[in-house]
T-cell receptor
Framework: NAGVMQNPRHLVRRRGQEARLRCSPM?????VYWYRQLPEEGLKFMVY????????ESGMPKERFSAEFPKEGPSILRIQQVVRGDSAAYFC????????????FGPGTRLTVL | AQSVTQLDSHVSVSEGTPVLLRCNYS??????LFWYVQHPNKGLQLLLK??????LVKGINGFEAEFKKSETSFHLTKPSAHMSDAAEYFC???????????????FGTGTRLTIIP
């Protein structure tokens, strides 16, 4: 059973460009979470999605950031018009649809904005 | 509201000596608590979890943690450090999103463990 897959592992963008980060959950997992880790900090929750639904986006910046988890295909975290402050590691986690279960993390995407 | 405080940002121990990484939590609900480890430029790996069963939790690689409700602590220990233990360790508390049954994780700021040969 493959783990959580994220791609790309490294992404470089210039200010003003768009960044698309993809996450494929573990097989059988229908819940996806996105977290952001700024340099020298812990991870901060951004958004929690189930298939075709955003359940909790309380950690998402109000502008430029969006997330989706379509019926088919990976979850996408999209950042429009990136700025230098968006440079961070973005981690995706997935879990099965049960309470009090463990979230399994992907290797992360390291976004660098020039 | 919930929060996690990792009391030490850096810990250095000699190889073969005990490891203690301290964590205190605050939660309005009966919490689930976790320790994750992150090796340089890698993702996070679950070390162990507490979810209201036994208060002494054993994890992988010889780590264990004890849930102490009276002290609101969940310290991570290992009897004998190994060079491969050098990494960043995160204490995590979860909040069950009750309508949907799943968890929103709140991370501590991390403790960087250095092992001295």
């Amino acid at each position: 059973n493959a783990g959580v897959m994220q791609n790309p592992r490294h992404l470089v963008r210039r200010r003003g460009q768009e960044a698309r980060l993809r996450c494929s959950p573990m097989k059988g997992h229908s819940h996806v979470y996105w977290y952001r880790q700024l340099p020298e900090e812990g991870l901060k929750f951004m958004v929690y999605l189930q298939k075709e639904n955003i359940i909790d986006e309380s950690g998402m910046p109000k502008e430029r950031f969006s997330a989706e988890f379509p019926k088919e295909g990976p979850s996408i975290l999209r950042i429009q018009q990136v700025v230098r402050g968006d440079s961070a590691a973005y981690f995706c986690a997935s879990s099965p649809p049960s309470i009090r279960v463990v979230q399994y993390f992907g290797p992360g995407t390291r976004l660098t904005v020039l | 509201a919930q929060s996690v405080t990792q009391l030490d940002s850096h810990v250095s121990v000699s190889e073969g000596t005990p490891v203690l990484l301290r964590c205190n939590y605050s939660s309005s609900y009966s919490p689930s608590l976790f320790w994750y480890v992150q090796h340089p430029n890698k993702g996070l790996q679950l070390l162990l979890k507490y979810t209201s069963a036994a208060t002494l939790v054993k994890g992988i690689n010889g780590f264990e943690a004890e849930f102490k409700k009276s002290e609101t602590s969940f310290h991570l220990t290992k009897p004998s450090a190994h060079m491969s233990d050098a990494a960043e360790y995160f204490c995590v508390v979860s909040l069950t999103i009750s309508n949907f049954g799943n968890e929103k994780l709140t991370f501590g700021t991390g403790t960087r463990l250095t092992i001295i040969p």
